[in-house]
């Protein structure tokens, strides 16, 4: 079953055309990257999806109560400074009338040993964990995640990383919008770039992952190439798909050309678009 069902969803701010046209159908039990660049329409498109503002046009099917099936942590952790971390938490349960483990709950996220403290003392890391540990606390049907990990140290995103794959083993359904690529293609299910106010990329994991590149140091390419007949550029590399391959290696006169074969990788997608696209 899918969760939501989007149709040539359409938003515009005065003259600004932000989401052209998106189509969308979130199933039960997958894991959602969403990437794009800053200003590429990433929040507009979840505050649509959570009826926080309306869509100018395009249809939203909704098989679950927003209110009750939903966890979300959001880009901004909104909670008071004053509060008790352990009050919170007794707080939060409440609208969901649910009795919950607290202790057990602040060990899993690491944080038990900021029960008593307020939340205004909580570095950036703790607080995006506690934001997320309210976010799960009601079991919701889909969790909304936006830049979760922001202001986390490497032993957290660990943790963190844990609990998406625990949550996903659940059947949870989870929406992830994140900029770190770290480990993504451990967990998620579908890759969803937005781009320019439109999906440039919505497929499976496992089928990007079985394409093929070729990445060539720059110093091997002597001869110049149609930018049409590259992947990419940056400072080190020439990045090749396998359709223009082997015209470039006759053309550079690369021998064990196998040895620079690589399968593609999410980064490749953000670099394939800054150089097709070019400065802004």
């Given at each position: ?9 359409r938003?515009?701010?005065g ?67 004053d509060?008790?971390v ?78 998406i ?9 989870i929406?992830?919008?994140?900029h ?25 994991v ?75």
């Open positions: 079953m899918n969760l939501i069902e989007i149709n040539n969803l938003k515009s701010f003259t600004k055309e932000v989401l052209k046209g998106l189509d969308l159908d979130i199933e039960t039990g997958k894991v959602y990257t969403l990437l794009g660049k800053n200003g590429a329409g990433k929040t507009t498109f979840i505050n649509i999806m959570l009826g926080l503002i309306k869509e100018d046009g395009g249809h939203r099917t909704t098989n679950i109560n927003i209110k009750k099936d939903v966890g979300v942590v959001f880009q901004e952790d909104f909670f008071s400074n509060i008790i352990e009050d919170l938490i007794k707080l939060q349960a409440s609208f969901f009338h649910r009795k919950v483990d607290i202790d057990g709950r602040l060990k899993t996220m690491g944080l038990e040993k900021e029960k008593y403290q307020k939340t205004g003392t909580l570095s950036g890391g703790q607080k995006r964990k506690l934001s997320f540990l309210l976010a799960t606390l009601h079991d919701p049907k889909l969790l909304i995640l936006d830049e979760p990990t922001a202001g986390m140290d490497y032993d957290s995103v660990e943790k963190f990383v844990q609990q794959k625990k949550l996903k083993a659940e059947g949870k359904t929406l992830l919008i994140t770190d690529l770290y480990q993504i293609e451990s967990f998620a299910d579908y890759i969803l770039l937005l781009n320019e106010g439109i999906f440039e990329e919505n497929i499976p496992n089928d990007m992952f079985v394409e093929v590149l070729y990445e060539f140091p720059r110093e091997m390419i002597k001869n110049d190439i149609p930018k049409e007949k590259l992947f990419y550029v940056d400072e080190q590399s020439v990045v090749v798909n396998t359709l223009h391959v082997q015209e470039i290696i006759a053309e550079n006169k690369i021998t064990d050309s196998e040895i620079f074969k690589r399968r593609k990788q999410v980064v490749d997608i953000f670099k394939h678009i800054s150089f097709v696209e070019g400065e802004k």
